[in-house]
């Protein structure tokens, strides 16, 4: 049961903002990257995870970016679960924003109306050579691009690579002007993402919902639960 005070928060919000992460697609079944069984920490490659996904790989040994991409980072099947729903369905039903640091697609099936992709989409590819976007499922067939030769991937940032500034303003501009944040499968650990909270109003309120504690240097209420537990409970209001 959602105790009624979270409950009345949601209800009484005039704007809020979902920060997301990787907690909240692991219930879709799409492995999360710190944890003791996550991309990186169980990764038994030569090479650490974050190289095969950095743009120095990628420029190097694009056969290599691309065999590690396909076998790693895609999830067609995975569908949505309660809290992508829930959130998607805040977003229709009041101003809701979610921000995500999440690429696996499953916030835009779930029908999200305002969301913003910080770190971009596995499932949006384009050919750096000609520029034009191509169907995901091409892309794991070959990496190359069928028209022009050119070398395909999918437009998410990568390491050594900047963020998308319209991502960023949009972020920051949701951020302030939010009367409710919600923290969800994320650590709030990871800049620049982190670094988002930095820019709430100072009347709004935060929620952490998360089954490890997280600890901030300001007043926040933390929910320790598993957050698809809290979502299946929390009710959608107008």
Not at 3 to 30: C, H
Not at 51 to 61: A, G, I, K, P, W
Not at 75 to 90: G, L, S, T
Not at 188 to 201: H, Q
């Amino acid at each position: 049961m959602i105790d009624p005070k979270i409950q009345a928060e949601f209800d009484q919000a005039n704007n809020i903002v979902f920060l997301t992460g990787a907690g909240v697609s692991t219930a879709s079944g799409i492995p999360d990257y710190r944890s003791k069984n996550g991309l990186y920490t169980n990764d038994q490659s030569d090479k650490p995870a974050e190289y095969y996904l950095s743009s120095d790989c990628l420029r190097d040994e694009p056969e290599v970016f691309w065999q590690y991409e396909k076998s790693n980072m895609y999830y067609p099947d995975a569908k949505p679960n309660v809290i992508h729903e829930k959130q998607a369905a805040f977003t229709h039903q009041k101003d809701a924003v979610v921000v995500t640091q999440n690429i696996d697609s499953l916030y835009r099936k779930a029908g999200t109306q305002n969301l913003i992709e910080f770190h971009g989409n596995l499932y949006t590819v384009y050919c750096q050579k000609c520029g034009k976007k191509v169907d995901y499922k091409d892309y794991l067939k070959s990496m190359y691009h069928e028209n022009c030769g050119g070398i395909l991937r999918p437009d998410i940032v990568l390491y050594g690579e900047g963020l998308d500034p319209d991502a960023i303003s949009k972020s920051v501009e949701a951020v302030s002007r939010a009367d409710l944040l919600v923290i969800v499968g994320t650590s709030m650990r990871v800049y620049p993402f982190a670094g988002l909270i930095d820019y709430r109003s100072a009347n709004a309120k935060v929620l952490a919902v998360n089954e490890e504690q997280l600890t901030f240097n300001f007043p926040f209420t933390m929910i320790k639960e598993n957050a698809v537990d809290f979502f299946k409970d929390l009710q959608v209001h107008a």
